[in-house]
């Protein structure tokens, strides 16, 4: 299975990117997706997922700002960012996790940068 994501970029605060992500390979269609993000000297932490049935859960950090979606039939998610702010700079990663077998995937990730 692999993951490529892509979109990312340098905006301005209170601007908007959207990343997309697309699964190939033979990963399990119930499988969790979602994004997570890593900035400089700081852990990486869960920004957004979504279930095949489309459960989500947000970071509070993101929420109302962030939108996830899931295109099950061509294995791709997406996230919408508005309100950008200089703290969502970080590398952003797609990230898909298969329940039953336990694996996880990871994406190359892509840089966000939110500055004037």
């Known amino acids: 299975v692999q993951l490529q994501a892509s979109g990312g970029g340098l905006v301005q605060p209170g601007g908007s990117l959207r990343l997309s992500c697309v699964a190939s390979?033979?990963?399990?269609?119930?499988?969790?997706m979602g994004w997570y993000r890593q900035a400089p000297g700081k852990q990486r932490a869960a920004v957004a997922t979504?279930?095949?049935?489309?459960?989500?859960t947000y970071a509070d950090s993101v929420k109302d700002r962030f939108t996830i979606s899931r295109d099950n039939a061509k294995n791709t998610v997406s996230l919408q960012m508005n309100s950008l702010k200089p703290e969502d700079t970080a590398v952003y990663y797609c990230?898909?996790?298969?329940?039953?077998?336990?694996?996880?995937?990871w994406g190359q990730g892509t840089q966000v940068t939110v500055s004037s």
């Open positions: 979504i279930t095949r049935d489309g459960t989500i």
């Open positions: 990230n898909a996790f298969e329940s039953l077998s336990h694996r996880v995937y």
């Open positions: 390979g033979s990963m399990n269609s119930n499988a969790v």
